[in-house]
Structure formats: structure tokens, C-alpha cells
């Protein structure tokens, strides 16, 4: 997904001004989420600590799942089992 459809998506979630600040801060939630679970400041995270940093943001994912996102937000394709924080915002818009 390019940068367009992601600003698309983001944009759909806000109804007006009003709406801005609350999407800002989960935003910025899920921004301190990835670094938390970014131990080693690659800017990526690997299958495991997506897992945890999912898990810390209320959501529980089957291994099996967590493969299929892997494969769809890795830019490889899913041979490195890393994600960037763009793709992980990209997943969590979706």
C-alpha cells in the first residue's frame, strides 16, 4: 500500500477537526508502542515483538496469524520477519 491510500485511510477515520487530537494521540500511542518493542533502535520488530506490542495494545494473535501479518507487512515479503513502523501504523490503521 502506498503512501496515498495510507493517508486516504487515516483521513477516513477523522470526521472533521473535532476528531483530529484523539486520532493525534493514538497516533502517538501507537508510535511509543513500536519503540518500546524496538530494543535494539533498527526501526524494525521482528515476529516477537510484534506479538507483545499487539498484546500490550489489547490485541491477541494466533501464531498462525501472526505469520499472515508478517508476510503482508514485512517489505520482504516476510523473509526478514521484520515490520518498520510505517507498515506496523499501516496494519494498525487497517
Known amino acids: 500500500m502506498d ?11 477523522i470526521s472533521g477537526p473535532k476528531d483530529f487530537p484523539q486520532v493525534f494521540r493514538t497516533l502517538q500511542s501507537w508510535r511509543e508502542t513500536f519503540v518500546k518493542f524496538d530494543i535494539d533502535d533498527s526501526s524494525k520488530i521482528d ?4 506479538r507483545e506490542a499487539l498484546m ?3 490485541f491477541v494473535v494466533s501464531p498462525v496469524v501472526l505469520d499472515l501479518l508478517m508476510s503482508k507487512f514485512d517489505k520482504t515479503g516476510g523473509k526478514n520477519k521484520t515490520i518498520e513502523y510505517n507498515n506496523f501504523i499501516q496494519y494498525m490503521i487497517i
Open 3 to 13: 503512501g496515498f491510500c495510507i493517508n486516504y485511510l487515516f483521513f477516513k477515520m
Open 47 to 50: 515476529a516477537n515483538a510484534l
Open 56 to 58: 500490550s495494545l489489547g
